[in-house]
């Protein structure tokens, strides 16, 4: 369902599930790290012109042109030497508006275990992320080895990844 105007920005704080980014010189690095840990953890939304303020609120900023930056972010999500794969629909990224801004909302749902790990470039074992907190955090080898086994080798019965080997 589109989102119109994401009301009390305030009332919110970054967590597992919200990440802002200013953006207000265009797509950030970091954007990709969260991109690849909230497709690997829970899912969450990254809010592109939102600032953090002293008291861990957050706030709108404006941006110069949001539609330009969504544009640029599908050009970049498409791009396999950017990330692995894209998880997104069309609905996923959204224009609104906060206060007096537009700001830009990106739902990044938790890739199926078919598409773990999603990674940023060539590597899986450097490029995998998964989120702490309100932190992004590189992916030990070994939980990237085991995405990677779950993603080739699902249980027969069920198609899902085997539990016996996470215990």
């Known amino acids: 369902m ?24 265009g797509l950030p690095h970091s954007l990709w790290e969260t991109y690849s840990a909230f497709a690997n953890t829970l899912g969450g939304v990254i809010l ?39 998880l997104l629909q069309p609905e996923d990224v959204q224009i609104v508006r906060s206060g007096k801004n537009r700001i830009v909302a990106i739902f990044v ?3 199926d ?13 450097t490029g995998t992320y998964y989120r702490r907190g309100e932190g992004d ?20 019965l069920s198609g899902l990844p085997c539990k016996k080997r996470h215990e």
Do not use: T
């Not at 709108?60 to 972010?73: C, R």
């Open 109 to 111: 749902p938790r890739a």
């Open 48 to 86: 592109l012109g939102v600032a953090e303020g002293a008291d861990g609120s957050l706030y709108s900023v404006p941006l110069f042109d949001p539609q330009e930056l969504a544009e640029e972010f599908w050009s970049m999500v498409n791009d396999p030497k950017v990330v692995s794969s894209n």
């Open 2 to 25: 589109p989102l119109d105007e994401l009301e009390f920005l305030g009332e919110y704080k970054e967590n597992n599930r919200i990440e802002a980014k200013r953006a207000q010189g």
């Open 137 to 156: 955090c590189r992916c030990p080898r070994h939980e990237v080895e085991a995405m990677l086994r779950d993603q080739a080798d699902p249980c027969p």
């Open 113 to 125: 275990f078919r598409h773990r790990p999603v990674y940023l470039g060539g590597d899986p074992f």
